[in-house]
Structures are given as structure tokens and as C-alpha cells.
């Protein structure tokens, strides 16, 4: 079983609807960072969060430590959004980031 | 700030052949990291270091050396290429894990 769980593998919608895409973890975290990587594969940070909820334009990011749990949401999708979206942590007891396998997101017009 | 800078962005490489991916970051990180991605699948580490003069293996390290001379530059090596080592390669750099994480644009390896 992968340290980091990420769910759906890939996921298509259609233009304006709301999207979640959901994080799993099993280890102790100092924090979990929301990732996306663009088709030309450039990858650029989102969100990192140690507790709470986080919000940048559209996009949110919530976490529950007790549960071990994040989930990105992005509201009113754009077809300017389809990409792949990648979960990680960095590890209380070391010095890695451990990666989820990401979801894949499409967003048709 | 340049941020975290690879170079080469492409190359083929022919089976034995050895070369050195770069990678250099300005904003004083400790931590630095080297990523595989194949097609269709998410990151794999490759080597990680926590500071100069400190390196570490990651999940995937073989056939791969790496050095951290400097605050800056972690190069990671390729010696003897071989086609499984087709793929494309991230360096990323960061203050620590909890702090945000700064990818290179990425190098794209083929092994023929």
C-alpha cells in the first residue's frame, strides 16, 4: 500500500462543475502540498498545509490530520484547468517528500 | 529569481554512454531533490539532500550518482545509460518539507 493515496486516478468533467480530488495518507506529516503538472510538464506548487483550509481563486484545499486527509477542490472547472494534480507529504520523521500517483483532470468545454 | 534551473531540457543518450543532469537553485535551500517521472506514472525519488556535503538515497537510486558541493548545485550523474533509464527527470528544491516545494521545468532523457 502506497504511504500516499490519491482518488480518482483520472477524472473527467464538464466546464463549470465543481471538482474534488481526494488525498490519503498513512504517515505523520509536517505538511501536504497540492501540486499541478501541466501537459508540457511543468510542475508548480498550489497549496501547502500543515491544518485547515486554504483558498486561492478558485481553488481549495482542506485538511483533517486526524484523519489523514486532504482534498483539493476547484469551483466553476475551466477547460484551462485539465491537468494532472499531485498530492505530497513531507514526513515528520525524515527529510522526504512522498508523492501520491496523481489524478489526471480533464475539463471539457 | 531563476528558482530551480535544469539543464539539459532534452537529450538522447545511446546505451553506456554517461552524462550529468544539472540542477541549481537560488533561494538558499537546504533541501534538494531528484525525481524520475515515466510516462503515465507519478514521481519516483531518486537521491535527496538535506545540505552540502549531505546526500542520500531515495526509492530508486541505481545507476545514478549524486554530489551537493554547494548550497546550490545538485547534479545527479548517469553512468552507463540504459533504455529503462528513459524518462523525464525533476529537480526540486525547498527550504524543508514544510515549506513550498520549487520544481525545474524538467529534463527529458531517451536512452537508445
Known amino acids: 500500500k502506497n504511504e500516499v493515496e490519491q482518488s480518482p486516478q483520472n477524472l473527467t468533467a464538464q466546464e463549470g462543475e465543481f471538482i474534488t480530488i481526494n488525498c490519503s495518507y498513512s504517515?505523520?506529516?509536517?505538511?501536504l502540498h497540492w501540486l499541478q503538472q501541466h501537459p508540457g510538464g511543468g510542475i508548480v506548487s498550489l497549496f501547502m498545509?500543515?491544518?485547515g483550509k486554504k483558498k486561492h481563486g478558485r481553488l481549495i484545499a482542506t485538511i483533517n490530520i486526524q484523519e489523514k486527509h486532504s482534498s483539493l477542490h476547484i469551483t466553476a472547472s475551466h477547460p484551462r484547468d485539465s491537468a494532472v494534480y499531485i498530492c505530497?507529504?513531507?514526513?515528520?520523521?525524515?527529510?522526504?517528500?512522498?508523492f501520491g500517483e496523481g489524478t489526471q483532470l480533464t475539463v471539457n468545454p | 529569481n531563476a528558482g530551480v534551473t535544469q539543464t539539459p531540457k532534452f537529450r538522447i543518450l545511446k546505451i553506456g554512454q554517461s552524462m550529468t543532469l544539472q540542477c541549481t537553485q537560488d533561494?538558499?535551500?537546504?533541501?534538494m531533490y531528484w525525481y524520475r517521472q515515466d510516462p503515465g506514472m507519478g514521481l519516483k525519488l531518486i537521491y535527496y539532500?538535506?545540505?552540502?556535503?549531505?546526500?542520500d538515497k531515495g526509492e530508486v537510486p541505481n545507476g545514478y550518482n549524486v554530489s551537493r558541493s554547494t548550497t546550490e548545485d545538485f547534479p545527479l550523474r548517469l553512468e552507463l545509460a540504459a533504455p529503462s533509464q528513459t524518462s523525464v527527470y525533476f529537480c526540486?528544491?525547498?527550504?524543508?518539507?514544510?515549506?513550498?516545494?520549487?520544481f525545474g521545468e524538467g529534463s527529458w532523457l531517451t536512452v537508445v
Open positions: 526540486a528544491s525547498t527550504l524543508n518539507t514544510g515549506n513550498t516545494i520549487y
Open positions: 504517515v505523520g506529516i509536517s505538511a
Open positions: 498545509l500543515s491544518s
Open positions: 505530497a507529504v513531507g514526513e515528520t520523521s525524515g527529510s522526504r517528500l512522498t
Open positions: 533561494m538558499n535551500h537546504n533541501y
Open positions: 539532500s538535506v545540505g552540502a556535503g549531505i546526500t
